[in-house]
């Protein structure tokens, strides 16, 4: 059972490029979350999606974007990369507020 | 407004030591949720316990316990008998909604090092 996969672990961005991290979820789960870490602060959501074709926003919405097009998946897009997007990225899945965590993404914008 | 407190940014203990986590919560809903996640080195959150407001009893799992106490707006995380499997990031939060984890707020982590 592989839960939440990320993909990609790891990427080095400059800044004004565009990405999009991947999340898929085996777990037919209908709510999904994007998270950011960052030192200091804890996790705070970005957005998430209660089913699928349905997103809204977090706690820290700007300069990302998702969509969820599919039950199991969830993608989070940076259109213009900016170096106070550098983070570690965690996707989620939830059942009953317990939450299954991916094993993060570590983005740097330069 | 949530909040949710870890004040203690890093702890370390000598294996076989007791350690506890201390988490101080801020709600004005009668009705919330408790949760402590650890985040091992390797990255991956891990859930640990959900506790609801209505339920002020304490939880023993293994060498883990919890104490939540209402009256403090306190969740307290007891490891005992510390060991270096237990050295990660933990995590309190704190959520109002019982339909998903959208509003779910974390603290801050405590890092606890456990020195063999």
């Known amino acids: 059972n592989a839960g939440v996969t990320q993909t990609p672990k790891f990427r080095v961005l400059k800044t004004g490029q565009s990405m999009t991290l991947l999340c898929a979820q085996d777990?037919?789960?209908?709510?999904m979350y994007w998270y950011r870490q960052d030192p200091g602060m804890g996790l705070r959501l970005i957005h998430y999606?209660?089913?699928?074709?349905?997103?809204a926003k977090g706690e820290v919405p700007d300069g990302y974007n998702v969509s969820r097009l599919k039950k199991q998946n969830f993608l989070l897009g940076l259109e213009s990369a900016a170096p106070s997007q550098t983070s570690v990225y965690f996707c989620?899945?939830?059942?009953?507020?317990?939450?299954?965590f991916g094993s993060g993404t570590q983005l740097s914008v330069l | 407004a949530q909040k949710v407190t870890q004040a203690q940014t890093e702890i370390s203990v000598v294996e076989k030591e007791d350690v506890t986590l201390d988490c101080v919560y801020e709600?004005?809903?009668?009705?919330?949720?408790l949760f402590w996640y650890k985040q091992p080195p390797s990255g991956e959150l891990v859930f640990l316990i959900r506790?609801?407001?209505?339920?002020?009893q304490n939880e023993i799992s293994g060498r883990y316990s919890w104490n939540f106490q209402k009256s403090t707006s306190s969740f307290n995380f007891t490891i005992t008998a510390s060991q270096v499997v237990d050295s990660a990031v933990y995590f309190c939060?704190?959520?109002?909604?019982?339909?998903?984890?959208?509003?779910?707020?974390f603290g801050t982590g405590t890092r606890l090092t456990v020195i063999p």
């Open positions: 709600t004005r809903d009668t009705t919330y949720y």
């Open positions: 999606s209660v089913g699928e074709g349905t997103t």
């Open positions: 777990m037919n789960h209908e709510y």
């Open positions: 939060a704190l959520s109002e909604n019982s339909a998903g984890a959208n509003n779910l707020f």
């Open positions: 989620a899945s939830s059942y009953h507020e317990k939450l299954f």
């Open positions: 506790r609801n407001s209505f339920d002020e």
